[in-house]
């Protein structure tokens, strides 16, 4: 079991998830602090994917080619 615990979170995809789950958090707590209360995960949650993921998405993937292009780069190099 802790094989698979260990697996898991050293997954891409986990870390997709917890990246995303942080961008969420954050969009709660900026629109609770305008709404002056608390509007919970799931309306926080719905009011990102639709406002937001899209762009959040696409930049996190052109980041990541940069990153990989610049790895290929270096390694060519060598």
């Known amino acids: 079991m802790v094989d698979a615990t260990h ?3 050293n997954s891409s995809l986990y870390k997709e998830f917890l990246a995303e789950r942080e961008e969420i958090l954050r969009h709660k707590w900026i ?3 305008k709404a002056g209360v608390d509007i919970g995960f799931e309306r926080a949650l ?3 994917l639709v406002k937001y ?3 959040w998405y696409e ?4 980041s990541r080619g940069i990153e990989r292009t610049n790895g290929w780069k270096d ?4």
């Open 7 to 9: 697996l898991v979170r």
């Open 31 to 33: 629109e609770s602090e």
């Open 46 to 48: 719905m009011d990102w």
């Open 53 to 55: 993921r899209s762009a």
């Open 59 to 62: 930049q996190r993937q052109l």
């Open 75 to 78: 390694d060519d190099k060598r």
